[in-house]
């Protein structure tokens, strides 16, 4: 598996230290909530992101999952987003932290902000963990991010190609001509 991957583009150890300080920049910014937050972290590329972020946070929370498919297959362009399950917890009224492995083409941020504004949550802000600055749209923005990346298609830390790679536990780009 690993050498299908032709450069590591984030060790595990960088990416442990930034998501610990991303926690930190998260966990300033919830301080005075009372009610805590809501984690909303799309499925399932926001899984290793989530875990580790979610227990550098000491914030009182909730969690409501919300399954989301961009890329269809073997195929590296985004389709339509389809969101696959409305989110499991209860938002109204709550501050609302919306997670991603990746914002790319930010469709799938877009899409998902918008169905969750419409739940009625106090607040709605977003944390990813890679950000590609020269494909994203110059409306949209993450509010929390880890690292900015190159247009290269990776994979690993969560990231898939077709479903596979996620259980890699560093971020790598994937060789080309396993690429469609
Ligand atoms: P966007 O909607 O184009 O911003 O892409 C967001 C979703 O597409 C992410 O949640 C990822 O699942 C997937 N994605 C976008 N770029 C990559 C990549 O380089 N590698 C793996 N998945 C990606
Ligand atoms: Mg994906």
């Known amino acids: 598996m690993e050498s299908d991957v032709a450069q590591i583009l984030l060790s595990t150890e ?13 966990a300033s ?10 984690l909303v972290p799309i499925l399932a590329g926001s899984l290793i992101f ?10 009182k929370m909730k969690i409501g999952l919300v399954h989301a498919s961009t890329y269809r297959g073997a195929s590296t362009t985004p389709g339509e987003c389809e969101i696959l399950l409305p989110p499991s917890a209860d938002l109204a009224g709550r501050d609302v932290l919306l997670i991603d492995d990746i914002l790319d083409s930010g469709r799938t941020l877009r899409a998902v902000t918008e169905q969750l504004r419409a739940l009625g949550p106090a607040s709605v802000r977003t944390a990813v963990l890679l950000r590609k600055p020269n494909r994203k749209p110059a409306d949209l923005d993450a509010d929390f991010v880890g690292f900015d990346v190159g247009d290269d298609f990776v994979v690993g830390y969560g990231l898939d190609y077709n479903n596979y790679y996620r259980n890699l536990p560093f971020v790598g780009v994937l060789r080309h001509e396993l690429v469609q």
Request: aromatic fraction near 4%.
């Open 50 to 59: 989530l875990a580790d972020l979610m227990r550098e946070l000491p914030l």
């Open 29 to 38: 910014t919830y301080e005075s909530s009372r009610e805590g937050l809501t």
């Open 14 to 26: 960088r990416i442990q230290s930034r998501v610990r300080e991303m926690a930190g920049e998260i």
